[in-house]
């Protein structure tokens, strides 16, 4: 089959969390089973200077949105660790900014031009994808100038669309104002028409009305989203496509995440000889300045420190329980002030106990997955989760709430059958939180003897889940079949 992949986000290109890391592993897997797939991504400032090389494919392209005249390019550069070609679309009065999104007012114009630039592209290279897979409100017009603004072109006459929602609660939703700029003036008609008259449109939901398929991260959130509780305002929508919406859960890149060949980790350890991650424990904690105990649980955090990820709960169970049971905390991540400051904080009032590392580090990421004993992660709403995934792959157990992504890969451990692969809390409350973070230190006991065996028989048992791409990949191979008979 003939693939665009188009999203905002691909890893190691320009990533800010796993939209960026799905965007990269999904195309090389479909690659691998001898699709003809390419990636269509902006060209970033980040995206330059970084030692990959780029080839000119596209010297400059010239479109209209509304009354603006935008002018773009395209570059291209092989996906690493495949033969994925990765087209990077520059502009650099719209990409060339600090950050990834912005908050600079002309979010719509820059996601539109993506929209548009990937279909300009198309039509430049003469390819005609069988499917277009667009992720998430950026790239959620792409189904809609399909079937209306590009509908003339024959080489898009067999192409379907599958949308991947990654995050409802980011939607795009912008005032219509910006219509005539994201180029949508002359199908202003298609739009929601209740929406428009209240002043808006949404990019999310204009892929949800007109894609032929739509897919979200994991079954658990797939049903949830069809909720009043979960559904952010769309759920009624996508009750309406219930019959073309289904959940595939993510898989993890097992040559990136390998605990038996990771590069970016001091001593290797796998499921059958877990004795190298002590080693890796001993010399994160010495890195951040914690002493080291053999009988004191390490727990980590690797996450985007935003509402979503539910660290409220953390400022109302932590200290308590830091000053009542023996642990140590290594948190890495940045993003909103409030969850910075509380764990800048925190560390200060535990020094032996915590330590607070404001980055994104890939470096760290993996170095905290490999030695933590436990992984948090008590999202608020979670569409799919990989850091738990990466930590049941290290041997880590999650602590997690059971939401989303999270309900469909970590189970509750049960000492009596010696089933399950973390801790799992069913309310989102500090009660809850406490509770599962509680239970994770009982069964760890003091880390030897029969409480030790009880513990690496929880670790393997995550740590042998079959949780690669590899296992998953087939399902979207399925659907594409499903919506594209004829590829
Ligand atoms: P989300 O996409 O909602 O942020 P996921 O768990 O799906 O959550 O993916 C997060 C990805 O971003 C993982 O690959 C994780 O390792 C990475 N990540 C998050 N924060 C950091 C950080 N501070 N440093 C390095 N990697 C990070
Ligand atoms: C989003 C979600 C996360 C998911 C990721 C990749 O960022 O928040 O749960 O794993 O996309 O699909």
């Given at each position: 089959m003939k693939i665009l992949f188009v999203s905002a986000e691909v890893a190691p290109f320009a990533k800010?969390?796993?939209?960026?890391?799905?965007?990269?592993a999904l195309p090389r897997q479909l690659h691998g089973l001898g699709h003809d797939v390419r990636v269509v991504v902006p060209m970033y400032a980040r995206v330059l200077g970084r030692g990959h090389v780029f080839t000119e494919v596209v010297p400059e392209m010239a479109f209209a949105l509304g009354d603006l005249t935008v002018r773009v390019a395209i570059f291209s550069a092989p996906l690493p660790g495949s033969e994925v070609p990765v087209y990077f679309v520059r502009c650099p009065s719209l990409y060339d900014r600090a950050n990834i999104y912005d908050t600079g007012g002309d979010e719509h114009l820059r996601f539109a031009v993506l929209n548009w630039a990937a279909l300009k592209l198309c039509q430049y290279l003469q390819f005609g994808?069988?499917?277009?897979?667009?992720?998430?409100?950026?790239?959620?017009?792409?189904?809609?100038?399909l079937r209306t603004l590009f509908a003339w072109d024959k080489l898009f006459a067999r192409?379907?669309?599958?949308?991947?929602?990654?995050?409802?609660?980011?939607?795009?939703?912008?005032?219509?104002?910006?219509?005539?700029?994201?180029?949508?003036a002359p199908v202003a008609d298609r739009l929601h028409q209740e929406h428009l008259r209240e002043g808006r449109f949404g990019f999310l939901l204009t892929g949800i009305l007109y894609a032929n398929a739509i897919t979200t991260v994991s079954p658990t959130y797939a049903r949830e989203i069809q909720t009043s509780e979960h559904g952010v305002g769309l759920d009624g929508f996508l009750r309406g496509r219930a019959d073309v919406l289904r959940g595939i859960l993510n898989g993890i890149d097992e040559d990136e995440w390998n605990p038996a060949a990771d590069a970016l980790i001091p001593h290797a350890f796998s499921a059958d000889d877990l004795d190298g991650k002590e080693g890796c424990k001993a010399e994160l904690l010495a890195s951040a300045g914690l002493p080291y105990r053999a009988d004191v649980p390490l727990v980590g955090v690797v996450s985007r420190l935003a509402w979503q990820k539910g660290f409220d709960?953390?400022?109302?169970?932590?200290?308590?329980?830091?000053?009542?049971?023996?642990?140590?905390?290594?948190?890495l991540g940045t993003g909103e002030g409030r969850y910075e400051d509380f764990f800048r904080h925190l560390a200060r009032a535990f020094p032996r106990q915590v330590a607070y590392l404001p980055a994104f580090s890939e470096k760290y990421a993996h170095a905290i997955e490999a030695a933590a004993d436990m992984f948090l992660m008590p999202s608020r709403y979670e569409p799919c989760g990989l850091n738990q995934m990466y930590s049941l792959r290290y041997g880590t157990a999650p602590i997690v709430h059971r939401t989303g992504g999270l309900a469909d890969t970590v189970w509750n451990f049960d000492p009596g059958t010696g089933r399950g692969t973390g801790f799992v809390?069913?309310?989102?409350?500090?009660?809850?939180?406490?509770?599962?973070l509680g239970r994770a230190l009982d069964v760890w006991g003091n880390g030897a003897g029969v409480e030790r065996e009880r513990w690496r028989h929880l670790q393997r048992n995550g740590m042998r889940l079959p949780l690669g791409w590899s296992h998953r990949i087939g399902e979207y191979v399925a659907l594409y079949r499903l919506v594209a008979p004829d590829a």
């Open positions: 800010t969390g796993g939209l960026g890391d799905v965007s990269a994808p069988d499917i277009i897979h667009v992720n998430d409100w950026q790239t959620a017009l792409i189904p809609l100038l192409t379907r669309t599958v949308l991947t929602i990654h995050n409802l609660g980011h939607q795009g939703t912008f005032d219509t104002g910006a219509l005539a700029r994201c180029g949508l709960l953390c400022e109302a169970v932590l200290p308590v329980m830091l000053e009542r049971r023996r642990f140590q905390l290594v948190v809390f069913d309310h989102f409350d500090a009660a809850g939180l406490a509770w599962a």
